[in-house]
């Protein structure tokens, strides 16, 4: 049905509505009391996803209940982040309906109220007044209700996180109903969609080796890691994924005494060498027979039971063998379960590929140990010749030898030391003065050890870069040795 199309009234019939300062006030507590309950939730969640566990978990045992309850909200965040999430949620649509049903109504009657504005189109006034509280609702919503709180919270996650923990859980005891309501529902869309959740998930879990990593590096940059605590968390994720081969000393560096060695001739090798235990071989170094221990022969020697022309055989201890593709992570508790203090490295072929010591699984995480000044070693592993040289030793490891000398090498199967990269690139074994480009640097063979690449020295080309190499920190002597 139609109804008959009517005149409408004059605008003078109509009451006009007046500004009400009460009514100005009520939208105004209402708009600053959501914008600080949406400034609570956001902080709740920022400080929960913060503050250390560690931190929450020794206060919590020393009796601190606030540190328990933020524990226990940890443990679940998924659930509190959602309470967090749906506080927030309320909190922007409620303000959003306050700024349209009261404050831009209320904005409008006061601007309806100014002399200059009598004669303006109330509908352009109105909608002035729309943009403008928009406008502002928006700009203190994001500063107020969302930076403000986001900033404090990471700041000083912990303190906010207790002050807090009693308020947030009344407030989710409260949205507990309506948490597992949506939870429920967006589950149950998920699963239509062929998406599997697992009944327990935790934020913590879901993080890499490499993000904790990158966590590691900016609290470097920040300041709240040093430099040398980076390296010890990189050398222990690093840990797990080095294999013996990687962390051996190789064959060409090992020391080791023939089985038909008198305890003079050990001695001498000690000497020379400075080691505590040495491999025994028999025909060559393929052909390991078992392991010399001189404190063994030296505390037999004073008690006068042997002499300097005995034989080493009666004190050749049983040798211990493993793959050079076995995991130091799984070999450093095996040797340490069955007291060995050092085991073989043989290659596929069943040949010795070098050797290994609980020494060597240590430094690679603390980095290399020294207990003495080593005989062989006359001149540190890196020295700076000048500003854009330095010479290397050879049996560095290219990792070692990008990170302490600020160089991008690259990576490669086939090669693990300074010297395999130069044979790998040269494709022969070299002689002294041979050299090759890489990128901007010149790589040349400084000195050599019979087949073996002992000295490399690198120019950076002033040409190319016009930036010398970087200062090098003291360098620590290299000591191959068991």
Known sequence: MLLPL??????????SPEFSWGEASLSL??????????????AVEFSLVSARRSRMVQLASEGNRQAGIVQKAQEQLEYALSTAQLGITLASVLLGWI???????TLFLALRQLAWLQNVDPALIRGVAVVVVFSLLTYFQIVVGELIPKTLAILYSEPIALQLAWLNRLVSRFLHPFVELLRFSSRCLLQLFGVRIPEAT???????VEELQLLIASSVESGNIEAEERELLSNIFEFGETVASEAMIPRTSIDAVPETATVQEVLAEVAESGHSRYPVYG?????IRGLIHVKE????????SL???SPITPFIREAHFEPENKPIAELLPEMRQHHWPMVVVVDEFGGTAGLITIQDLVEEIVGKLSDGPDPKAKEPDIQELDENTLLIQAQLDIEEVNERCHLNLPLHEDYQTLGGFLIYHLQKIPRVGEKFTYQDMEFQVARMEG????RVKVVRHRRSSPNPLPSLPPAQTAQPGT
């Not at 507590?29 to 956001?42: G, K, M, P």
């Open 29 to 42: 507590l209402w708009v600053i009391a959501l914008l600080l309950i949406n400034a609570f939730f956001v």
């Open 307 to 309: 002499d300097l022309h």
């Open 451 to 454: 087949p073996r690449v002992d």
């Open 6 to 15: 009517m005149d409408d009234p004059p605008l003078a019939s109509a009451p």
């Open 283 to 287: 025909e060559s170094l393929d052909d």
């Open 297 to 304: 022969l030296i505390g037999e020697l004073a008690k006068g």
């Open 202 to 208: 935790s934020f913590y879990s879901t993080m890499t």
């Open 99 to 105: 700024g349209a049903t009261q404050v831009a109504p």
